[in-house]
């Protein structure tokens, strides 16, 4: 499946510069690199975007905690980050990762984060080098690369790290990432819920996690679940790689689980 490979590039608005030599950002010897005091993560970049580094640096302090509240754990080892100065050197170290020679990534795709590291094309040239995007958001910006650090949250404390040998969780995956960052905000949630009492929606779990109103339906699916289930079943539900594990857990047929999720968006309890 391709949510295998490029599982957790973000959709949602963002933006983009210059060339540099590709083999910087893939070798961790020849990059700058700097550890920050109480950080789980090693955090490797070019001089070109130091300034980046100082501006990423809060926001993935601010998330660890932020994930570690949410989930009332901690990150169980440390992992590296790593800021690409161009997409080319990006795609080298992505066809290294995902053993997918040739390989070319679309524009929108950004970022993506597993147990052990987190990528990132440097918000410096999402103007030229991306889309969908734009780093005048800081907001948006700093939710996405939470997005991502709930992503090597997650794999720390899944079977699968990679999230390589999973079975139609990417809904839960992606989900999780939505809801925990703060990207299922009322804007997000109203767009979702506003898809749902118009259009029928999706009636299994795997088309949850398709067309261009993904992002939001994932997030409220796993928000629903939160409010159905409490925290406690979320955090247990990372730990599975089947979704026939997350719906015995949940003691409930996938059928019900749609049904209740959909009759969710007509109480008037919103994100």
Known sequence: MLFKRVLLFMVLP?????????????????????????????????????????????WLNQGQKDINQFFDSGFKKKFEVFIFSERDSLDLQWQKDWNMPGFKSECWMVASGIAHRLDILSPRIWETQACEHSNEDTLAT????????????????????????????DWLVEGLAVYASGQLDKEQYERAKNFMLVEEGPNSLANIWKGEHKYGLAGSMVKFIDDTYGRKMVVQLIGFTQVNEVLGSLQISEEELIRQWKQSFNSKKSA
């Open 14 to 58: 963002f933006l983009f510069g210059c060339q540099h030599n590709p083999k910087q950002k893939s070798d961790p010897d020849t990059a700058k690199k700097a550890m920050y005091e109480n950080t789980p993560y090693l955090i490797y970049y070019d001089a070109l975007d130091e300034q980046q580094a100082e501006q990423i640096v809060p």
């Open 142 to 169: 700093k939710k996405l690369m939470v997005h991502e650090l709930v992503h090597v949250f997650h794999g720390q404390h899944n079977p699968s790290p990679t999230f390589e040998n999973v079975d139609n969780i």
